[in-house]
């Protein structure tokens, strides 16, 4: 099933209908000016409005035309202006915007894509963000530590399971590690299922 299909038919289980409270506790300690920011798969956008309201400049991303037509609405009905969220329709991987951003944000985005598109994804945020911008992944579903197996061939998704060393093994060598916390809030039954991860941008990739 397309992305899109699951939107058009309404089967969007993921949707949790208000922002994650790992960003809203992010946005109430952020240090520094609010600059441009993009929410990739961003789906109804709740997080993208977050953004906006703390006065970050922000692109919801999404492949799907129905969510960016259910952000616009909900952009609308909330009273957020078309000037500081804007929808954009587009693969993530293939994107290339007028300019880079200071800050993306990625909530089940990760989990979202399919493992073997992880050094693709990689690779965009590499490109998408600014040197010395932060790239914050909240990494959900962790998974089961007594398992201790990463995503298995063949096991059903999306979600994928991820893991903080699955990201660090991601970024290694272009972004800086600047934190890992484990939110002090989540949506009803991502309890413990979440760790935010903060990744600073370098100038230049490591022995490039
Ligand atoms: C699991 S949903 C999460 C949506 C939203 N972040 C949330 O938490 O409600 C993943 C979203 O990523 C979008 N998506 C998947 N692949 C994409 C791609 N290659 N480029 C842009 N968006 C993509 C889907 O359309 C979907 O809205």
Known sequence: MSWETAWSEGRTGWDAGAPVPAL????ESWEGEPGRALVPGAGSGYDALELARAGWDVTALDLAPTAARRFEELRDAQGVSADSARAEVADFFAWTPAEPFD???????????EPDMREAWADAMWR???????????????????????????????????????????????????????????????????????????AEVEGG
């Not at 809203?24 to 946005?27: A, G, K, P, Q, S």
């Not at 990463?150 to 272009?174: N, S, T, W």
């Not at 934190?179 to 309890?191: I, M, N």
């Open 24 to 27: 809203v506790e992010l946005l």
């Open 103 to 113: 800050l993306v944000w990625d909530y089940t985005f990760l989990c979202a894509i």
């Open 128 to 202: 998408l963000i600014a040197p010395g911008g932060v790239l914050v992944t909240l990494i959900f579903p962790i998974f089961d530590h007594a398992d201790g197996a990463p995503h298995r061939e063949g096991e059903p998704g999306p979600p994928y399971r991820l893991h903080p060393d699955i990201v660090r093994g991601l970024v290694a060598g272009r972004f800086d590690e600047a934190g890992l916390y484990e939110p002090t809030a989540s949506h009803p039954g991502r309890e413990g299922m979440e760790l935010v991860g903060r990744w600073v941008r370098r």
